[in-house]
Structures are given as structure tokens and as C-alpha cells.
């Protein structure tokens, strides 16, 4: 089931199998990361150093760490945000956001809900979807 929460962002009333209360997100994240991802804030394009990231390896969620993308599925959209085609399966799961004025499909992690960013239908082959993601929602691990 979804729900709309502050701001026109949809949010699964699924308990996540990670939860911390909202001080204790603010402890473990940074502030930046803190606004993306427990607040559904969006950072500014072309700040992320992961649109240069080339290295082999997984994109992590910055709040649990769950792998949500091999960098196999990454590619440059234009867009000033790190973007991807694919996630790993079970990796993420979407929800409706109505802020801006506008319906557009919100991506948060699977494992702890943190907002991750929108997937539009514009991307490449083979799936010919968008993960706009933001960076500082991220972690990186790379290929050993």
C-alpha cells in the first residue's frame, strides 16, 4: 500500500528490514546525505563525483549499504546526476511523488527506504529507463 507523504512523495507503509529513528539517521549520515535520503531532498546537478565514476564494481545505498547498481548498468544521460538502466533485482522499489507540480516515479532502497531519486522513461537500451539517481545516496565498492 502507498501513501503520500510531506511534499507529494509516495511512501510504502512497509516496515524496511533497516530502521533507525530520525536522530539516529541524522548521527550516521551526513547532512547532505541526510536530505536526500531520509528527506526526499535532491542534489544539485553536476556535483557528484560518481558522473566520473568508471571503475568496475556496485553503487550502494549510503544508508544501509544493499547493492542497487552494477556499474555495468551505468551510462551518461546528460542530466548532471549519476544514471543507470537497471538496478539489481530486488534492489529498489518506487512509489509516486507529486512535488513539483508534477507525477513522477520516485526510487527509494529496498532494504531501508531511503529516496534514491526518480526513473523516467528515457533511458537506453535494453530497458529504456532513466534511474536518475543521486550520488550523495550513494556509496561505491569497487570490483576487487
Given at each position: 500500500m502507498?501513501r503520500?507523504?510531506?511534499?507529494?512523495h509516495?511512501?510504502d507503509?512497509?516496515?524496511?528490514p533497516?530502521q533507525?529513528?530520525?536522530e539516529e539517521?541524522?548521527?550516521?549520515?551526513?547532512?547532505?546525505?541526510?536530505n536526500?535520503?531520509?528527506?526526499?531532498g535532491?542534489?544539485?546537478?553536476g556535483?557528484?563525483?560518481?558522473?566520473?565514476e568508471k571503475r568496475?564494481?556496485a553503487?550502494?545505498?549510503?544508508?544501509?549499504?544493499?547493492?542497487?547498481f552494477?556499474?555495468a548498468?551505468k551510462?551518461e544521460?546528460g542530466?548532471?546526476?549519476?544514471?543507470?538502466?537497471t538496478?539489481l533485482e530486488?534492489?529498489?522499489?518506487?512509489g509516486?511523488?507529486?512535488?513539483l507540480?508534477?507525477?513522477?516515479?520516485?526510487v527509494?532502497c529496498?532494504r531501508?527506504?531511503?529516496?534514491l531519486?526518480?526513473?523516467f522513461p528515457?533511458?537506453?537500451?535494453p530497458?529504456?529507463?532513466r534511474y536518475?539517481?543521486?550520488?550523495?545516496a550513494?556509496g561505491f565498492?569497487p570490483e576487487?
Amino acid at each position: 500500500m502507498k501513501r503520500l507523504f510531506g511534499g507529494g512523495h509516495a511512501e510504502d507503509e512497509t516496515n524496511y528490514p533497516v530502521q533507525h529513528s530520525e536522530e539516529e539517521w541524522r548521527q550516521k549520515l551526513s547532512p547532505a546525505a541526510f536530505n536526500v535520503l531520509r528527506k526526499h531532498g535532491t542534489e544539485r546537478a553536476g556535483t557528484s563525483p560518481f558522473n566520473q565514476e568508471k571503475r568496475q564494481g556496485a553503487f550502494v545505498c549510503a544508508g544501509c549499504g544493499q547493492k542497487l547498481f552494477e556499474s555495468a548498468a551505468k551510462y551518461e544521460s546528460g542530466t548532471g546526476w549519476p544514471s543507470f538502466y537497471t538496478p539489481l533485482e530486488g534492489a529498489v522499489g518506487t512509489g509516486e511523488d507529486r512535488s513539483l507540480f508534477m507525477t513522477r516515479t520516485e526510487v527509494h532502497c529496498s532494504r531501508c527506504g531511503g529516496h534514491l531519486g526518480h526513473v523516467f522513461p528515457d533511458g537506453p537500451r535494453p530497458t529504456g529507463q532513466r534511474y536518475c539517481m543521486n550520488g550523495v545516496a550513494m556509496g561505491f565498492e569497487p570490483e576487487t
